[in-house]
């Protein structure tokens, strides 16, 4: 396993100026808790569309892409809100998205990102984890 590269300050503001207009600017909130060893503030991420963060990391990769790699739809091993910041984005953009899901994922997850106009394909656990580590689906 690789270790974690920094990423520049630079690179973080770029994916900001890209988001604008993609995912909402959610305030801080000030956690109120007695004896803190520092003040503690929320971001309030569960007030983008889809109820996530997952929106932001979704579509900078999807706008990092650019259109030309995306016009044959994107696809993503997830059941959950990363499946839908991919079908949100990919419904935005005017591409077509998939989400590779374990059998036994819950019914409400593949339901969400069906109402976001995502396929969703059920396989196996063990084939869904060869899409995960293996970066490619048969």
């Known amino acids: 396993m690789k270790p974690i590269e920094e990423i520049p300050l630079s690179e973080i503001e770029a994916a900001?100026?890209?988001?604008?207009?993609?995912?909402?600017?959610?305030?801080?909130?000030?956690?109120?808790?007695?004896?803190?060893?520092?003040?503690?503030?929320?971001?309030?991420?569960?007030?983008q569309p889809i109820g996530s963060f997952k929106l932001r990391g979704a579509g900078n990769a999807m706008l990092l892409a650019g259109k030309d790699r995306l016009k044959h739809g994107v696809y993503t091993a997830s059941a959950g809100n990363m499946a839908q910041g991919v079908a949100w984005n990919a419904r935005r953009l005017g591409v077509?998205?998939?989400?590779?899901?374990?059998?036994?994922?819950?019914?409400?997850?593949?339901?969400?990102?069906?109402?976001?106009?995502?396929?969703?394909?059920?396989?196996?656990?063990?084939?869904?984890?060869?899409?995960?580590?293996?970066?490619?689906?048969?």
């Not at 900001?16 to 309030?44: F, H, M, S």
Request: glycine share 2%; charged share 25%; aromatic share 6%.
């Open 96 to 138: 077509p998205s998939s989400a590779i899901v374990p059998e036994q994922a819950p019914q409400t997850k593949l339901e969400a990102m069906e109402r976001l106009g995502m396929r969703v394909v059920k396989v196996p656990y063990d084939v869904w984890w060869s899409v995960i580590t293996d970066r490619h689906y048969p």
């Open 16 to 47: 900001r100026r890209r988001l604008q207009g993609v995912a909402v600017r959610t305030p801080l909130v000030r956690l109120n808790v007695e004896n803190a060893p520092a003040e503690i503030y929320l971001k309030l991420e569960n007030l």
